[in-house]
């Protein structure tokens, strides 16, 4: 029974590194910068990633949101390996996704996302058909106010498909958000795990446990030389796994400034071939991890 449920979280885990579900998302927009080097490594990466969502308002409390997603990643790896690695320093993705969100009652609602996202290296500054990737989900959302106090619950669960997993199937979504009092509140779920204490309606401290990570396409394929032989590299995959401290303050209800800090628990960064399986891991020690950032909500 532990074997399947850690199965069940770990390809989860994976699925979920390359970004959470869109649809149950909030923000209008959002800047943020991401640092972590490798320990014991000159190696680090860097990312920046925004995105913007376009509510349009229908009949019935209904909505269509079109958005648009980019991140740009730098990887510097300068460790020694048995393989090129001038066409693995940087990674950019694009994704346009469309969501419509239908008002069921005053607590239910259902979202469904469609999407489609290059993702690669673009070593051969073309746009070819494997950087391209189908993402897709269905999600059902409750929401619960509770008369005359601050408690809040909103539980989101679901099915959702992309071509980065490797799975031919939808995989499942279940997250829990909830606030207990005036001070504290709690998200229960993949891929982030927290604990809030509001200071105040303005700042708030949290301790997390969440996923982070990206893939991306190689154009170009990358000879490596393995103990099992030569091998091909097509793809590249992150999959992060840190906890640590995190920092918000509201300027006002809808903009609100972040920073994060902690400590991967899982670091793990490796070359694939055609068949997805790993042929090459990148230096897998812990580090210090950052990230911080704007966001709009709605």
Do not use: C
């Not at 910068?33 to 000159?42: A, C, I, K, L, R």
């Not at 073309?126 to 909103?154: N, P, T, Y």
């Not at 446990?209 to 190689?218: S, V």
Request: aromatic residues 16%; neutral net charge.
């Amino acid at each position: 029974m532990m074997k399947s449920l850690g199965f069940l979280f770990f390809i989860t885990a994976i699925f979920f590194s390359s970004g959470s579900a869109t649809a149950q998302n909030t923000d209008l927009a959002r800047l943020e910068f991401t640092y972590f080097p490798q320990e014991s490594s000159d190696n680090s990466f860097r990312r920046v990633r925004s995105f913007i969502n376009f509510p349009i308002k229908l009949d019935n409390g209904n909505y269509l949101m079109p958005g648009l997603e980019y991140r740009n990643i730098n990887l510097k790896y300068n460790d020694p390996a048995p393989f090129d690695t001038d066409n693995l320093d940087r990674f950019q993705s694009l994704e346009a996704r469309l969501v419509y969100i239908h008002n069921i009652n005053d607590n239910w609602r259902f979202a469904t996302e469609l999407g489609t996202q290059a993702a690669s290296n673009f070593s051969s500054d073309d746009l070819l058909d494997d950087d391209l990737l189908l993402v897709a989900s269905g999600l059902f959302i409750h929401k619960k106010d509770f008369e005359s106090s601050v408690k809040k619950r909103r539980i989101v669960f679901g099915l959702r498909y992309s071509t980065t997993t490797g799975f031919p199937f939808p995989l499942p979504i279940f997250i829990l958000n909830k606030r207990v009092n005036q001070n504290i509140s709690y998200n229960l779920g993949v891929p982030k795990t927290s604990l809030k204490y509001h200071f105040n309606k303005r700042s708030s401290l949290q301790s997390f446990l969440t996923l982070d990570g990206f893939y991306a396409n190689l154009q170009e394929e990358i000879p490596v030389a393995t103990a099992q032989g030569a091998q091909v590299a097509e793809d590249i995959r992150m999959t992060v796994i840190l906890t640590g401290l995190g920092y918000q303050y509201k300027f006002t209800d809808e903009l609100i400034f972040y920073a994060y800090s902690g400590y991967t628990i899982l670091n793990d960064i490796r070359l694939r071939n055609s068949e997805r399986d790993d042929i090459f891991t990148i230096n897998q020690n812990n580090s210090f991890y950052a990230r911080t950032g704007i966001k709009f909500k709605f």
